[in-house]
Nanobody
Framework: QVQLVESGGGLVQPGGSLRLSCAAS????????MGWFRQAPGKQRELVATIGNGGNTNYADSVKGRFTISRDNTKNTVYLQMNSLKPEDTAVYYCHAREVITNNGSWGQGTQVTVSS
């Protein structure tokens, strides 16, 4: 059974940085596309970034140049480095794993990121 556990969220001032981590278990990590999504109050969940099993990345336009997704296949972990944070980045951030062969997906429980002065 796939388990995804996020960490690293918190309160940060505008312009600050945070690094989110998502530790995966119960899966062959290298066979999954990993991603980060976020959901702000009253809004739909949206894609932030994905990273393929070959390391190819994709970003939402709103975070390009500020956020960096990476993965460590030896630690079964995916990261999201968030720099130059803005109040509009405030949301619950969710880790997502999609198996390449079956397209089955799994979600983490989410971690809150609040950007405020």
């Amino acid at each position: 059974q796939v388990q995804l556990v996020e960490s690293g969220g918190g309160l940060v001032q505008p312009g600050g940085s945070l690094r989110l981590s998502c530790a995966a278990s119960g899966m062959i990590f290298r066979l999954y596309v990993m991603g980060w999504f976020r959901q702000a109050p009253g809004k739909q969940r949206e894609l932030v970034a994905t990273i393929g099993n070959g390391g190819n990345t994709n970003y939402a336009d709103s975070v390009k140049g500020r956020f960096t997704i990476s993965r460590d296949n030896t630690k079964n972990t995916v990261y999201l480095q968030m720099n130059s944070l803005k109040p509009e980045d405030t949301a619950v951030y969710y880790c997502h794993a999609r198996e390449v062969i079956t397209n089955n997906g799994s979600w983490g429980q989410g971690t809150q990121v609040t950007v405020s002065s």
